[in-house]
């Protein structure tokens, strides 16, 4: 049985000591949590559809967790998505030295990446995290071989991080009903992506199995990715500034594959935040300010703002900026019902150059039509 390339007992005992626990856990204020997320997801699963157009098989499910469950979470997501990972690179993993500081370094970076983001995340959709986070309590609990589904079978369950809510809740005043829909009109905007679009889900994951299968099977690519890192510095150049630590990794091609996945989470994030916004200033109190709290949270600067571009987030937050300004484009020139041509086939999903130019992508998809 090959070894891993992460030390997941590693990365979850790192990401835990730095989550903490927060003291609103043990609040009062907690007991409102579970049956508002259960009411909001089912009203804003209906709006999102009568909105976009954008109808799942199956009705979401709402799972309220505290940080250390979402950190586990997300480890038995990244389990079954490094399950698929080049046999080549697993297998240097298996015994030696540079292996097992290799998995104990991966690991270490896992834990602080996702300790780091378990204080901010605030809902989630990920179509591979397991619909029950009871069962994934520890690392272990799912096999890293478990097959990854393709055809929508799983992800009914939508995640939203209790602590991080209230914190928010608390600290801005925000009524918390009215918060928490905005969140979950973000959340299950994503989930009617994947779920409803047929073609979706397999794109993605292959675009990512494509990636992993190219990793370079040598731990020792560490120095040489670091090496090069170096040498950027010395040109004066930001070595994170284009895909945070995987942009060491990455070959020609790699890096061409890097920039589909980009382009394609910009698409994602941009239409979720224009839907989300959208049919909060209709349904949301208070949606303004909340806007203009979460985008000066995203955009922060000093340590956090380092730290987003070391660990590659950087990419991911102006994904919501890029994606939404492309999203607003075409609406203003097309019409919102312009992107369910985005959403028909791959081909018609926008090149990463034409967020800065919707005009482009809309003449290149001049005379496509989709069928109602």
């Known amino acids: 049985m090959t070894a ?14 730095l989550a903490r626990r927060d003291p609103l856990e043990r609040s009062y204020l907690r007991h409102s949590l579970e049956p508002d997320f259960e009411r909001v997801t089912v009203e804003a699963e209906a709006l999102v559809a009568d909105f976009t157009g954008l109808v799942p098989p199956t009705h979401a499910r709402a799972a309220v967790v505290d940080r250390a469950a979402w950190i586990d979470a997300n480890i038995v997501s990244m389990r ?7 046999p080549a690179l697993t297998a240097r993993f298996d015994g030696g030295p540079i292996g097992a500081v290799g998995r104990h370094a991966a690991g270490s970076e896992l834990g602080v990446i996702l300790g780091y983001m378990s204080q901010r995340v605030l809902g989630q959709y990920d179509l591979l995290m397991p619909d029950d986070a009871e069962g994934s309590s520890t690392p272990g609990a799912r096999s890293a071989n478990d097959s990854v589904s393709r055809d929508g079978s799983e ?6 991080v209790g602590t991080n809510v209230l914190t928010l809740e608390k600290r801005f005043g925000f009524r918390p009903v009215e918060f928490r829909r905005w969140i979950a009109i973000h959340e299950l905007t994503h989930r009617a992506q994947f779920t409803a679009v047929p073609w979706l889900r397999g794109y993605f994951l292959g675009l990512v199995d494509e990636m992993l299968g190219r990793v370079e099977p040598d731990p020792r690519a560490l120095v040489r990715a670091f090496a090069r890192a170096a040498e950027a510095v010395s040109r004066g150049k930001h070595p994170f500034d284009e895909a945070g630590i995987v942009g060491l990794f990455a070959d020609d091609h790699q890096r061409a594959l890097l920039g589909r996945i980009q382009a ?15 049919l909060g200033r209709e349904h949301v109190h208070g949606v303004e300010r909340m806007e203009r709290v979460l985008t000066a949270r995203r955009a922060q600067g000093g340590v956090s703002g380092q730290l987003n571009k070391v660990l590659g987030l950087e990419m ?18 097309a019409g919102f019902e312009a992107l369910d041509v985005a959403f028909s086939e791959p081909d018609a999903l926008p090149h990463l150059d034409e967020f800065t130019d919707a005009d482009r992508w809309l003449a290149r998809m001049a005379g496509t039509r989709v069928s109602a």
Do not use: C
């Open 4 to 17: 891993s390339p992460v030390d997941w007992t590693t990365a979850a005992r790192i990401a835990r000591r």
């Open 80 to 86: 079954r998505l490094l399950s698929a990972i080049n």
């Open 155 to 160: 992800g009914d369950t939508v995640f939203y």
């Open 264 to 278: 394609f989470m910009s698409l994602l994030e941009g239409h979720g935040n224009y839907v989300m916004n959208v």
């Open 316 to 333: 991911k937050l102006r994904q919501y900026e890029i994606g939404e300004r492309f999203i607003e484009a075409v609406v203003e020139r």
